[in-house]
Antibody, heavy 119, light 108 residues
């Protein structure tokens, strides 16, 4: 059973860079033809896709965030990571990592981690 | 970008009711649509993908239909554990994923 777990600081200051890591267990991140994604959800609001990475390193980003987002993968550690630069209060949200399975839908999710942007 | 509009945004229903949620795409997306259920404080759970294919382990009271621009999620007989928020999601030809605004199903 594949499991994903987000980790990283829960508090980030405005203008700084948010950094999160997703550790995948129960299977190799390199096995199968899967993309690995980041999705966020502000409190009381809907889901926003941030971007995805393939284990080859190929990425796709949400155009609204593209200038600030970098997603990378470390296959040796079975992890992928998110960096979001120049954060503001609008970036405060629960951040989820997820695996894209059949038809590029999200079949496995992490539990989510709350990141608050505040001084 | 393709927009997804869910309706209604809020739904009040009783146990045993048949419930239908609609998701409309701003342009055709073939069958690249999925449905998720989210309970408070939890990650979303995949219910249906490819518009009508039930994810393994999901009860058969859930069903999906549609193609092109109009899709529906139906719960044939609402159970207490089904009270949650439901989201549709699409993947368009530019590999950009978007979600609908959500439909909250509450107890009447």
């Amino acid at each position: 059973q594949v499991q994903l777990q987000e980790s990283g600081p829960g508090l980030v200051k405005p203008s700084q860079t948010l950094s999160l890591t997703c550790t995948v267990s129960g299977g190799s991140i390199s096995s199968g033809s899967y993309y690995w994604s980041w999705i966020r959800q502000p409190a009381g609001k809907g889901l926003e896709w941030i971007g995805r990475i393939y284990t080859s390193g190929s990425t796709n980003y949400n155009p609204s965030l593209k200038s600030r987002v970098t997603i990378s993968v470390d296959t040796s550690k079975n992890q992928f990571s998110l960096k979001l630069s120049s954060v503001t209060a609008a970036d405060t949200a629960v951040y989820y990592c997820a695996r894209e399975g059949p038809w590029l839908t999200y079949d496995y999710w992490g539990q989510g981690t709350l990141v608050t942007v505040s001084s | 970008d393709i927009q997804l509009t869910q309706s209604p945004s809020f739904l009040s229903a009783s146990v045993g009711d048949r419930v239908t949620i609609t998701c409309r795409a701003s342009q055709g997306i073939s069958s690249y649509l999925a449905w998720y259920q989210q309970k408070p404080g939890k990650a979303p759970k995949l219910l249906i993908y490819a518009a009508s294919t039930l994810q393994s382990g999901v009860p058969s009271r859930f069903s999906g239909s549609g193609s092109g621009t109009e899709f529906t999620l139906t719960i044939s007989s609402l159970q207490p554990e089904d009270f949650a928020t439901y989201y549709c999601q699409q993947l368009n030809s530019y590999l950009r994923s978007t979600f609908g605004g959500g439909t909250k199903v509450e107890i009447k």
